[in-house]
């Protein structure tokens, strides 16, 4: 019952900028500390951002000054703003929802890929 759908990937060029969305439904979306994750070819899935109930966010320092993490509580949606991309951001995007071990609830995922 509980969905998480990612949309806005797709393809971008070096130094440029995608905005991924993440739509919650069939959970108390306010309590859940929300996260993107992404997972590139040969490569373990790592945390990228993540924004607590509070408003307090945490990024990979991979990332850190290129990407900013948003929540609209009203619209259930989680959002990745990406700029100044670069080929090491090419991975599958996917979205996460966590209130505790057994709450604990991922999308489907959403291809970016950034060419040089």
């Known amino acids: 019952q509980v969905q998480l759908v990612e949309s806005g990937g797709g393809l971008a060029q070096s130094g440029g900028s995608l905005r991924l969305s993440c739509a919650a439904s069939g959970l108390i979306f306010s309590i859940y500390v929300m996260g993107w994750y992404r997972q590139a070819p040969g490569k373990r899935r790592e945390l990228v951002a993540g924004?607590?109930?509070?408003?307090?966010?945490n990024y990979a320092d991979s990332v850190k000054g290129r990407f900013t993490i948003s929540r609209d509580n009203a619209k259930n949606t989680v959002y990745l703003q990406m700029n100044s991309l670069t080929p090491e951001d090419t991975a599958v995007y996917y979205c996460n929802a966590r209130f505790s071990s057994n709450r604990n609830y991922w999308g489907q995922g959403t291809p970016v890929t950034v060419s040089s």
């Open positions: 924004i607590a109930p509070g408003g307090i966010t």
